[in-house]
């Protein structure tokens, strides 16, 4: 039986009533206690900073050079956080209402309302830290809009804001590094849980310049490992982004929730040929001045300016009035798809839409303009300050993109397309964030909480960071306390013994296939086969034709991989081939969770249930529930569910016209 | 945006581990497209070796957007290539021609050793922020975060400096391998902060005395380190370090 744990009470009295009442361990005791961090993201950072604070024993693992470059540097366009500074109706309510609504009633209330609560505290914390938030005139901390929501709170640096956030996390782990609380493991991969009488000991991590493997223990082990996008090849996530470490807890008996909720992000710079390594987005943020169109007629060649405006298609504008620009990913990225698929695409390969900023140009000239006191400007000095306030608020964007594809987007609209970005599925934890096996916690994108079937764009930087900063240090407490007599657990021990046995085994058995393959084009093939058939839309036929795909490429992988190099040497080939091997098992069970799910939410939209617009069709009498795999033997899953139950936000069918 | 594909030389160097002295090697890669990234170039050659039973070039890389800062690779005598304000992973092939030879290196820097090939060890800089890059708050004591007002231009020239990726192409353009671009941008990043105000006597001094412990040079203001550092970094901030750590040096109980 799966229970999360959710505290009795009133929604917005639950977290408190937990924390005046959840155990506590005394000073001294924490002192004796170990705990695991793998990974340094925003939720790994602030996690083992906070746990080190609070005078735990922490060790903290990543894969790249140094705990700064996790994924979650690359973050762009901000966070969010219910403080109302813009008195536009902002409250935590609110922020809690727009993101159940927006995760189309498929999260748990207890947790996103939480998440709502300590919003405002993480942004605080970050201002205290140093993070150099944007700022008005006066001083004060500056907010913009994101899609799903009509309030402005979302705090930004330029769009960078995830580098930002994460340089405080760091320094408040490295800091915690120089006092010797935290102990920082860089370039080490952790390859698999240890269980010792049915709880997390410890782990095997493998040192990816030495190829040794190692063994840790720890009383209580935290996966925050990062989103598995990079199943899909494609993605706006870095290159070694990767489920290795959520997968292995799977198979040692972590439940893997809702894995078919992936995000595709409508605005990211198209695919330009099979050399594509991965995708580059351009932020959210944007579309608060951009506006997203195609031309009227079907194949019109015409360059984008020379396009006069009764001949476009703003269709956001047009089918969703009054959200426009800023409806929700998911209704964003099919709107561009449809438009694409009935041939209204633009550029050599039809697969883009423009997402331009004349019209925002137009209007900051003009308000800079008057700032200024110039009167009757001419069109060129209003364009020319136009581009200046542009080029403040998303500077580095423009740059981005002009790099890649060398057009200046001052002077021609961008050309985008969705691209898979993020992943609100994940390992199912509860109330505490633990898994279902006892001291293994899962925090960030890696667990699957608090975004239902379709996360609100800045909202992942604030739950990793509540997660981490806010979350865990309470509610570790009330499973440590229990573990002050356990005396910690020699290496030697037989579990340990075994589980570093199964890993070495396992990396032997990639090494000495010896075929002709290598890693990357396997990938490629399975990246395909889930774009094409478990992406943007999805259906029956598809699902169960992927699967068959899958499971042949599988097979394929195991027969004829060829990996060079040594085990026992820094092999970056060898460290992708464990990744993609994992990504293969992964893709089946995302498949197989959406061909379960009869039924279209956020993210996952089956063609079989749409409303006659086109509009995701829930079905809520039937599939109002968490999906939670237990893996049960090779291909072979379980299916536990977790009825979801709104007292507060009543599920209705999402509008955003 | 016209397309072109090109066939090019390429001299990479190749070092099995620290130990190893290392050398030029020469490969030829044909039909590349000036659409792709630099590293997409790199994953077309190392493809290619793999295919003729050859080890792949081990090369530093992640987000591949210009913002991770682990990408680092010398290209024809510069960090990151030939690209103003660029990271390698965002240099993109239109920057050369057909027939180019191109010659690739790590960065070169007692404090960075080669790890194999194209990879060095950074963490010297890790060492470096423990040593006081940070402002020492503990999670849970922040007041309001509107409470204290921070003038706007200041805020910009703290974040301008906060943009620093850590990467180290200043370091490797350096003749002196100083690591003073990266250090003062930290400590401007920091100083420049009304919260970062307690602490910054010490950390200027704190950071400044590691970074001679790991090994990097002095700094002897030839701006190498700008010319080449992809988010930019300016020079003022040296002369901003500089500064705090004069003050400091007079101000601290040493
Ligand atoms: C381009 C881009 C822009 C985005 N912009 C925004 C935004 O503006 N706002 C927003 O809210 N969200 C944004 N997101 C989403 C957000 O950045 C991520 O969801 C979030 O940063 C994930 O943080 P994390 O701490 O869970 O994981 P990550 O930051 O991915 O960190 C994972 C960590 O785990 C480590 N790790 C993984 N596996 C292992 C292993 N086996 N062994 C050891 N270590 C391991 C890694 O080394 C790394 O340290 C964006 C995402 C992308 C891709
Ligand atoms: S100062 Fe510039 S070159 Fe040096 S580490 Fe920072 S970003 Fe890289
Ligand atoms: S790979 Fe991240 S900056 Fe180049």
Redesign the pocket.
């Known amino acids: 039986m799966l229970n999360s744990k959710i505290p009795a009470g009133p929604l917005e009295d639950k977290w408190m009533n937990y924390k005046s009442t959840c155990k506590l361990v005394n000073p001294a005791n924490k002192r004796k206690l170990e705990i695991i961090v ?8 602030s996690a083992a900073a906070s746990l080190g604070e609070l005078g735990y024993k922490v060790k903290c ?4 050079d140094s ?1 700064r ?12 956080a219910s403080k109302n500074y813009q008195n536009d109706g902002d409250s935590v309510f609110r922020l809690f209402y727009d993101t159940i609504k927006g995760g189309d009633y498929r999260s748990r209330e207890g947790n996103v309302h939480r998440l709502a609560e300590v919003s405002g505290n993480i942004i605080d914390q970050c201002v205290a830290q140093g993070v150099p938030f944007a700022r008005e005139y006066g001083g004060l901390l500056s907010n913009r809009s994101f899609g799903g929501t009509l309030v402005q709170r979302t705090f ?1 640096a330029a769009g960078q ?2 580098q930002q956030l ?1 340089i405080g996390a760091y320094q408040a782990l490295e800091r915690q590094v120089a006092l010797g609380n935290v102990k920082m493991y860089n370039r ?4 698999d849980v240890v269980m010792i009488d049915g709880k997390a000991r410890g782990i095997i ?1 493998r040192d990816l310049i030495t190829g040794k493997l190692e063994r840790h223990f720890a009383h209580a082990v935290l996966l ?4 598995y ?1 990079n199943v899909f090849y494609l ?4 290159m ?3 489920v ?2 959520a997968w ?1 807890a799977h198979k040692k008996g972590a439940y893997f929730a809702n894995p078919c909720y992936t995000q595709i992000h409508p605005t990211c710079i198209p695919v330009t040929g099979d050399h594509q390594s991965k995708l ?2 351009m ?3 944007l579309r608060n001045d951009g506006r997203i169109w195609v031309p009227l007629k079907k194949g019109d060649d015409r360059k984008p300016t020379q396009i006069p405006e009764n001949e476009r298609d703003y269709y956001l504008e047009r089918r969703y009035p009054a959200y426009g620009n800023l409806v929700p990913r998911d209704v964003a990225s099919r709107a561009a798809k449809e438009r694409c698929d009935e041939g209204y695409g633009v550029g050599s390969s039809r697969q883009a839409v423009y997402l331009d900023f004349a019209t925002a140009i137009h209007r900051y000239g003009l308000m800079e303009a008057g700032k200024q006191g110039i009167e009757n400007a001419d069109a060129d000095t209003i364009i020319k300050l136009g581009r200046e306030v542009v080029k403040e608020k998303y500077g580095n964007l423009f740059d981005m993109y002009e790099k890649i594809t060398g057009e200046n987007p001052y002077l021609v609209p961008m050309r985008i397309y969705p691209a898979v ?2 992943t609100m599925g994940g390992l199912w934890v509860d109330y505490e964030l633990m898994t279902n096996i006892p001291g293994l916690y899962c ?4 667990n699957f909480s608090d975004h239902g079937a379709n996360r609100l ?8 960071l509540a997660d ?1 900063y806010f979350v865990i240090p309470y509610t570790i407490g009330n499973y440590l306390a229990n573990e002050i007599r356990t005396e910690n657990i020699p290496t030697d021990h037989p579990a340990f013994v075994e589980a570093e046995k199964a890993v070495s085994d396992r990396i032997s058995r990639l090494m000495n296939i010896k075929g002709n393959q290598s890693v990357e084009s396997f990938h490629k093939r399975l990246g395909k086969i889930m774009w094409n058939k478990c992406g943007m839309a999805r259906n029956a036929d598809g699902l169960k034709e992927a699967i068959g795909e899958i499971r042949t490429l599988r097979e394929e992988f195991w027969r004829d991989l060829k990996i060079p190099g040594d085990i026992n040497d820094l092999n970056p080939e060898l460290d992708k081939a464990g990744r993609v091997a994992d990504f293969m098992e992964l893709a089946e069970l995302i498949c197989i969770d959406a061909l379960d799910r009869n039924e279209s939410c956020g993210g996952h939209f089956r063609e079989e249930y749409q409303t006659p617009e086109g509009e995701a069709l829930r079905r809520d009498d039937q599939y109002q529930y968490v999906a939670a795999w237990e893996l049960q033997g090779e291909n072979k899953w379980e299916l536990h569910k977790e009825e979801l139950e709104f007292e507060v936000a009543k599920p209705s069918q999402r509008s955003y016209k | 945006m016209e397309h072109y594909k090109m066939n090019l030389t390429l001299k990479v160097w190749r070092q099995k581990n620290h130990q190893d002295k290392g050398q030029f090697v020469t490969y030829q890669v044909a039909g590349i497209s000036s659409e792709m990234s630099f590293l997409e170039m790199f994953d077309v050659l190392n493809e290619n070796l793999i295919e003729e039973g050859k080890e792949p070039i081990a090369f530093d890389h992640d987000c591949r ?1 210009g913002i991770c800062g682990t990408c680092s690779m010398y290209i024809n005598g510069r960090p990151h290539g030939p690209w103003q304000g660029t990271t390698t992973c965002q240099l993109h092939m239109r920057a050369f021609k057909d027939g180019d030879t191109i010659v690739v290196e790590p960065w070169r820097a007692n404090a960075f050793p080669v790890v194999k090939d194209l990879i060095v060890d950074r963490s010297a800089f890790d060492r470096i922020i423990q040593a006081g890059g940070f402002i020492s708050v503990n999670t849970g004591n922040a007041v309001d975060g509107n409470t204290l007002p921070i003038e706007k231009s200041r805020a910009d020239e703290s974040f301008a400096a906060a943009a620093c990726i850590g990467c180290g192409a200043c370091v490797a353009a350096c003749k002196n391998s100083s690591a003073m671009l990266f250090v003062s941008a930290k400590v401007s990043h920091l100083a420049l902060l009304p919260q970062g105000e307690p602490e910054k006597h010490s950390r200027v001094l704190n950071m400044i005395t590691h970074m001679d412990k790991e090994g990097f040079g002095a700094c002897s203001n030839t701006g190498a380190c700008e010319a080449v550092c992809p988010k930019e970094i300016s020079l003022d901030n040296i002369a901003r370090l500089n500064m705090e750590y004069l003050g400091s040096s007079l101000t601290m109980d040493k």
């Open positions: 793998v990974g340094t993201g925003l939720a790994g950072a693992y990543c894969f790249q705990p470059r996790a994924h979650s540097i690359a973050a762009q366009g901000g966070i969010n930004y804001t995830g994460l080490h991969e952790m390859l991590v925050c490992s990062g989103g996008g993605s706006t996530n870095a070694g982004s990767n290795t470490a292995k580059t987005l932020s959210e943020s970005h993020y925090l960030g994108e890696a764009g800045a909202s992942a930087l604030m739950q990793g981490g | 957007e």
